[in-house]
């Protein structure tokens, strides 16, 4: 619920200020595409203060003893550090695969760049959604492993899969039902808006298989194995790297086929998390370690 909190807040921030920077309206610059950076900003940091007072009005700084006062626990550090190293490095390489991304989308002219950035900025939005549905499930698997209660781990998945799945194709619908509307808030003119509604239907479309791998990746960290989410992610950067240089720079196709790499990236990230899930490989390698800690 709280993370909820903070995905909401976030996106509405997003919404109302990608609006009336982007357009210059109610007295706020207009600024064009650069108004959506600066919006995307401005909502992390609400989503960050909104998630503070809740923390702060719910008590649970208290509950969980955090405080300005914060200690380092040199005893657990490398624990830590193991764990979350390849999580790190896992969002590190992420990043760069988009960096590579558009800088060959740039090569297809600024109309394509104009409409990829776009692109990013509706799914971002309506990716929130997707992201806090995927970090829960991490934190309540790690919660039930810890427990001990195995037995209930696909079933929470499976409930936060349909919930993720079942959001993502409403979104998916409203989408495609308006995409004028959804396009013409840029202020980008009527070419534009004919250019981009191909796209924004992939991009919909890999919004629903994104919906449903998230959920299963984060089951993988939320099962204490970052290692295999790091060996995964490692798999699909080089397919979708592979995949968009072929696409774009070789033979210059239409940056509707670089979008369906969505598609792609996001079926390397199932496929290798739902088969670790399935292979219950996690819950002999918890087993084991609760093992060591008991001896």
Request: hydrophobic share 55%.
């Amino acid at each position: 619920m709280f993370l909820f909190i903070g995905t909401a807040t976030e996106a509405l921030f997003n919404v109302f200020f990608d609006y009336v920077l982007i357009n210059g309206k109610w007295g706020f610059p207009q600024m064009g595409f650069n108004g959506a950076a600066v919006a995307s900003i401005i909502a992390e940091l609400a989503g960050l203060l909104s998630v503070m007072v809740v923390l702060k009005k719910n008590a649970i700084i208290k509950q969980l003893k955090i405080s300005a006062n914060i200690q380092w626990p040199l005893l657990y550090l490398p624990d830590i550090v193991k764990q979350a190293a390849p999580i790190v490095l896992q969002y590190v390489l992420s990043i760069i695969s988009w960096e590579i991304f558009y800088i060959l989308i740039e090569h297809h002219g600024s109309r394509a760049l104009a409409i990829s950035n776009t692109m990013r900025n509706i799914f971002g939005f309506f990716g929130c959604f997707t992201w806090a549905l995927a970090a829960t499930t991490n934190s309540m698997v790690s919660n039930v492993v810890g427990q001990g209660l195995y037995d209930k781990v696909f079933e929470l998945i499976g409930k936060i899969m349909r919930l993720s799945l079942g959001f993502s194709a409403i979104v998916c619908g409203v989408i495609n039902l308006f995409p004028h509307a959804i396009l013409s808030v840029y202020g980008q003119g009527e070419a534009f808006v004919n250019d981009a509604i191909p796209v924004l239907q992939v991009v919909s479309s890999a919004m629903m298989l994104m919906s449903v791998s998230v959920v299963w990746l984060n089951a993988v960290t939320g099962s204490g194995n970052p290692n295999m989410n790091l060996l995964t992610e490692i798999c699909a950067i080089v397919v979708y790297i592979i995949y968009v240089y072929t696409v774009l720079e070789v033979y210059h196709l239409p940056i509707t086929f670089g979008w369906a790499s969505e598609w792609l990236y996001w079926t390397v990230m199932l496929v290798p998390s739902y088969w670790f899930m399935q292979s219950n490989r996690w819950q002999k390698k918890y087993a084991k370690q609760q093992q060591a800690i008991q001896d």
